[in-house]
């Protein structure tokens, strides 16, 4: 069964530093996402992508971070300088969207960032 | 800011019995609610949907309750077994064809006592 697939599955950074998460999406799909949860809160949208553009983004993704499909397969999230509030799982997702019916998002097993 | 409300953090239940979890919201502009289901060291897996035009869903042992005047859904499994120990999160999102941002509640803790 296909599956979105995320590296790394754990990111140790100090802060100020830059990190790149990675994400593979399901190959079909057009949209993509990437979520976070910080420990013990709720699991928080930051930012969808289609058509190789932002479609919608969280008051949460500011411009330290961005987001990019450098190639047909991956999807990546960067946070220039980081900081202790992003440590955090980041989850990427993805979707086909039909239009004819409700399609859900399928999401990665995460990438635990530490900021230290 | 919580649109989405699990007021439940964990809930314990025998093997076979019914497990219900519950979901408020205060969005109105919700069309679509979803629950998935995670695991430790995995991200969440989707169960089952229910569109706002509808009150109830079933898919095997799951079925999913809309009771859009009292913005309240609600999950059934019945019988539960011990695979559905797992965190479930309510979610719900403002559009109908799943491209949209998906607000998540804070998540019930089952646990399924053999």
């Known amino acids: 069964e296909p599956e979105v697939t995320q590296t790394p599955s754990h990111q140790v950074t100090q802060m100020g530093q830059e990190v790149i998460l990675r994400c593979v999406p399901i190959?079909?799909?057009?949209?993509f996402y990437w979520y976070r949860q910080i420990l013990g809160q709720k699991v928080e949208f930051l930012v969808s992508f289609y058509n190789n553009e932002i479609s919608e983004k969280s008051e949460i993704f500011d411009d330290q971070f961005s987001v990019e499909r450098p190639d047909g397969s991956n999807f990546t999230l960067k946070i220039r300088s980081t900081k202790l509030e992003d440590s955090a799982m980041y989850f990427c997702?993805?979707?086909?969207?039909?239009?004819?019916?409700?399609?859900?998002?399928?999401f990665g097993p995460g990438t635990r960032l530490t900021v230290l | 800011d919580q649109q989405v409300k699990q007021n439940s953090p964990s809930l314990s239940v025998q093997e076979g019995r019914i497990s219900i979890l519950n979901c408020d919201y205060t969005n109105s502009m919700f069309d679509y609610f979803l629950w998935y289901k995670k695991y430790p060291a995995e991200g969440p897996t989707f169960l089952i949907s229910i569109s706002s035009i509808k009150d109830k869903n079933e898919d095997g042992r799951f079925t999913v309750f809309l009771n859009k005047s009292a913005k309240h859904l609600s999950l059934h499994i019945v019988p539960s077994q011990p695979g559905d120990s797992a965190v479930y999160f309510c979610?719900?999102?403002?559009?109908?064809?799943?491209?949209?941002?998906?607000?998540f509640g804070t998540g019930t803790r089952l646990t399924i006592i053999p």
């Open positions: 979610a719900a999102s403002e559009g109908n064809f799943g491209n949209e941002k998906l607000t």
């Open positions: 190959s079909n799909h057009l949209y």
């Open positions: 997702a993805s979707s086909y969207v039909s239009g004819s019916s409700y399609n859900e998002q399928f």
